[in-house]
T-cell receptor
Framework: KAGVTQTPRYLIKTRGQQVTLSCSPISGHRSVSWYQQTPGQGLQFLFEYFSETQRNKGNFPGRFSGRQFSNSRSEMNVSTLELGDSALYLC????????????????FGPGTRLTVL | SQELEQSPQSLIVQEGKNLTINCTSSKTLYGLYWYKQKYGEGLIFLMMLQKGGEEKSHEKITAKLDEKKQQSSLHITASQPSHAGIYLCGADSNTGNQFYFGTGTSLTVIP
């Protein structure tokens, strides 16, 4: 099976711009989660999508949004970029079956490194 | 929110030495995951522990879960340069609606 893919791998934007990141999960996986990784805050959960619906959400401002398509591919959007949004953004896919913890093993993509100037 | 504290923060060991990384939760653990990350890359799943007292091994890596102490440990036997990277523990929140990662342990193995 092909792994989780993320595009683009690197991105440079300026403050105030917006950005869209893409994540293609492993075939058959219906859950996609997004994480932000920074040296100061570590890995933080952004949100999870399951069957085209946002199922869970972390503590990030509304500038961070996402969506999931019928083929389970997901996009994450950050509007009005700030310097502090510079980070490695990781997505992870899993079967995502509620109540079945062993099916929630997450497989991570290589990440998109976003630099905001 | 749940906090996962890892210790040590960084570790430098000589090749062939054994080492242990600890992960302590501020709240009850409902399963504990261990991941490894090569610098600036995605995470690789190592192991998942679901029950108190559970112990799992894969190659030279062994992980244990102590639910009473809300702790997990990851032990590497006879470390190799290929073991270098950042080790992260992770856990679901008690409501299952968030996933938390530990603070991370950076491991360097000197040949």
């Amino acid at each position: 099976k092909a792994g989780v893919t993320q595009t683009p791998r690197y991105l440079i934007k300026t403050r105030g711009q917006q950005v869209t990141l893409s994540c293609s999960p492993i075939s058959g996986h219906r859950s996609v989660s997004w994480y932000q990784q920074t040296p100061g805050q570590g890995l933080q959960f952004l949100f999870e999508y399951f069957s085209e619906t946002q199922r869970n959400k972390g503590n990030f401002p509304g500038r961070f949004s996402g969506r999931q398509f019928s083929n389970s591919r997901s996009e994450m959007n950050v509007s009005t970029l700030e310097l502090g949004d510079s980070a490695l953004y990781l997505c992870a896919s899993s079967l995502g079956l509620a109540g079945v913890r062993s099916y929630n093993e997450q497989f991570f993509g290589p990440g998109t490194r976003l630099t905001v100037l | 929110s749940q906090e996962l504290e890892q210790s040590p923060q960084s570790l430098i060991v000589q090749e062939g030495k054994n080492l242990t990384i600890n992960c302590t939760s501020s709240k009850t653990l409902y399963g504990l995951y261990w991941y490894k990350q090569k610098y600036g890359e995605g995470l690789i799943f190592l192991m998942m522990l679901q029950k108190g007292g559970e112990e799992k091994s894969h190659e030279k890596i062994t992980a244990k879960l102590d639910e009473k102490k809300q702790q997990s440990s990851l032990h590497i036997t006879a470390s190799q340069p290929s073991h270098a990277g950042i080790y992260l523990c992770g856990a679901d929140s008690n409501t299952g609606n968030q996933f938390y990662f530990g603070t991370g342990t950076s491991l360097t193995v000197i040949p």
